[in-house]
T-cell receptor, first 110, second 116 residues
Framework: QKEVEQDPGPLSVPEGAIVSLNCTYSNSAFQYFMWYRQYSRKGPELLMYTYSSGNKEDGRFTAQVDKSSKYISLFIRDSQPSDSATYLCAMYAGTYKYIFGTGTRLKVLA | KAGVTQTPRYLIKTRGQQVTLSCSPISGHRSVSWYQQTPGQGLQFLFEYFSETQRNKGNFPGRFSGRQFSNSRSEMNVSTLELGDSALYLC???????????????FGEGSRLTVL
């Protein structure tokens, strides 16, 4: 069993929809939780970073962490075609090592 | 400020050969990490270097090695290439903790290796 599970998609939604992306993890020692966005032929870039359970909002993006359920989510409001990318969840496992989900491919249709 | 630079961007090798990939971190970043990205496995941690010292290593065979130079530039080497080594190899640098470390990895665009 992988330490971090993420549905690979692809997920297709119409422009303006609310998108929900999720990851589950098995190691309760994970401390920091991140979401990265990766466009085709590019490296991942950090979208959101959270430490504790709860919600964190940044513009159209909301990151949610539920440590008791070992479940994290990223919500995208008013999705745009430019949001079409692969979204990777990541967790800091300690000793300078990050564990990534396999990524969810999102396509927002105009 | 220039981002993380990786060279070469694309390369094709045959089984049994070796390859060296290079990474120049963002100026002022002293921690460099390497990840292998494949469609089935996602990003997998290879190793992390700081001040020329490897501080952690992922679960990869000894054919995968790396080093860091005094200017923080890093190289990784894969010897005796196998078909399964075909992947995107990503390098990431991390800002120093005293600048308000957020755990952010700044990634380069990667080196795409194809092994035939």
């Amino acid at each position: 069993q992988k330490e971090v599970e993420q549905d690979p998609g692809p997920l297709s939604v119409p422009e303006g929809a609310i998108v929900s992306l999720n990851c589950t993890y098995s190691n309760s020692a994970f401390q920091y939780f991140m979401w990265y966005r990766q466009y085709s032929r590019k490296g991942p870039e950090l979208l959101m970073y959270t430490y504790s359970s709860g919600n964190k909002e940044d513009g159209r993006f909301t990151a949610q962490v539920d440590k008791s359920s070992k479940y994290i989510s990223l919500f995208i409001r008013d999705s745009q075609p430019s949001d079409s990318a692969t979204y990777l969840c990541a967790m800091y496992a300690g000793t300078y090592k990050y564990i990534f989900g396999t990524g969810t491919r999102l396509k927002v249709l105009a | 400020k220039a981002g993380v630079t990786q060279t070469p961007r694309y390369l094709i090798k045959t089984r049994g050969q070796q390859v060296t990939l290079s990474c120049s971190p963002i100026s002022g970043h002293r921690s460099v990490s390497w990840y292998q990205q494949t469609p089935g496995q996602g990003l997998q941690f290879l190793f992390e270097y700081f001040s020329e010292t490897q501080r952690n290593k992922g679960n990869f065979p000894g054919r995968f090695s790396g080093r860091q130079f005094s200017n923080s530039r890093s190289e990784m080497n894969v010897s005796t290439l196998e078909l399964g080594d075909s992947a995107l190899y990503l390098c990431a640098s991390t800002p120093p903790r005293e600048t308000g470390y957020t755990g952010e990895l700044f990634f380069g665009e990667g080196s795409r290796l194809t092994v035939l």
